[in-house]
Structures are given as structure tokens and as C-alpha cells.
């Protein structure tokens, strides 16, 4: 049984589409840490950010990391990965606290 989930995502690119919140529920009753690792601030990032907020009912904390995590594998030039990360940081900031249940800590790093 998962206490915390860490999700490393890469996806930076994409069509851009209306978010959807609909999604089979299923309840996550033991998770406590939810991370999303490379957060784009992409509508699937929101999705999947706001799935878990609804259906992890122990949840304590999301952290939200922007940072690129896979630096070995993918040159990005600096000044592209600081905008996106940036970018990301504040579609963040903007969207998910009005998603968050109460007593859920948010963490953008």
C-alpha cells in the first residue's frame, strides 16, 4: 500500500484543449504525498493534478516541482527551461489552490 506517489512527467509540448475534470473515481485512501516531477502547467498536468485532489482522501501534501528533472537526457537551452519553469510555477500558483481540499498543503517548488 502507497503512502506517496512521485510522477515524472515530460510533456512540453502539446495540442492546446479545454481542460476536462471527468475521470473514473477511484479513491486513493492511504496516499498521503502526491509530487508531480517536470510540471509543465500543461491541461494534462491540471487534470492530473486535480483527479488526485479529488480522489486521495488521506492526502496531506502535493508538491509541484517545474524543475526540469531529466537534464542528463534532454539539452533544453537555459533561458527556455527558466521561462518554462517559470511559466509553469505561476499557471500552477493560478490554478490549483481554488482545487485544494481543505487541510491539503500545496508546495510549488
Same mark, same amino acid.
Given at each position: 500500500?502507497?503512502?506517496?506517489?512521485?510522477? $515524472?512527467?515530460?510533456?512540453?509540448?502539446?495540442?492546446?484543449?479545454?481542460?476536462?475534470?471527468?475521470?473514473?473515481? !477511484? !479513491? !486513493?485512501? !492511504?496516499?498521503?504525498?502526491?509530487?508531480?516531477? @517536470?510540471?509543465?502547467? @500543461?491541461?494534462?498536468? $491540471?487534470?492530473?493534478?486535480?483527479?488526485?485532489?479529488?480522489?486521495?482522501?488521506?492526502?496531506?501534501?502535493?508538491? &509541484?516541482?517545474?524543475?526540469?528533472? &531529466?537534464?542528463?537526457?534532454?539539452?533544453?537551452?537555459?533561458?527556455?527551461?527558466?521561462?518554462?519553469?517559470?511559466?509553469?510555477? =505561476? =499557471?500552477?500558483?493560478?490554478?490549483?489552490? +481554488?482545487?485544494? +481540499?481543505? @487541510?491539503?498543503?500545496?508546495? &510549488?517548488?
Amino acid at each position: 500500500m502507497y503512502r506517496d506517489f512521485q510522477l $515524472l512527467c515530460f510533456s512540453p509540448m502539446g495540442r492546446r484543449r479545454k481542460a476536462t475534470y471527468s475521470a473514473t473515481a !477511484h !479513491h !486513493h485512501e !492511504h496516499l498521503k504525498l502526491f509530487q508531480i516531477l @517536470g510540471y509543465y502547467g @500543461g491541461i494534462a498536468d $491540471l487534470e492530473l493534478a486535480a483527479y488526485m485532489l479529488q480522489n486521495a482522501n488521506a492526502l496531506e501534501k502535493i508538491v &509541484i516541482d517545474p524543475r526540469t528533472q &531529466i537534464d542528463k537526457a534532454i539539452k533544453a537551452t537555459k533561458d527556455f527551461s527558466e521561462n518554462n519553469e517559470e511559466a509553469a510555477r =505561476s =499557471s500552477a500558483k493560478l490554478r490549483l489552490p +481554488p482545487l485544494l +481540499p481543505q @487541510g491539503v498543503e500545496l508546495v &510549488i517548488l
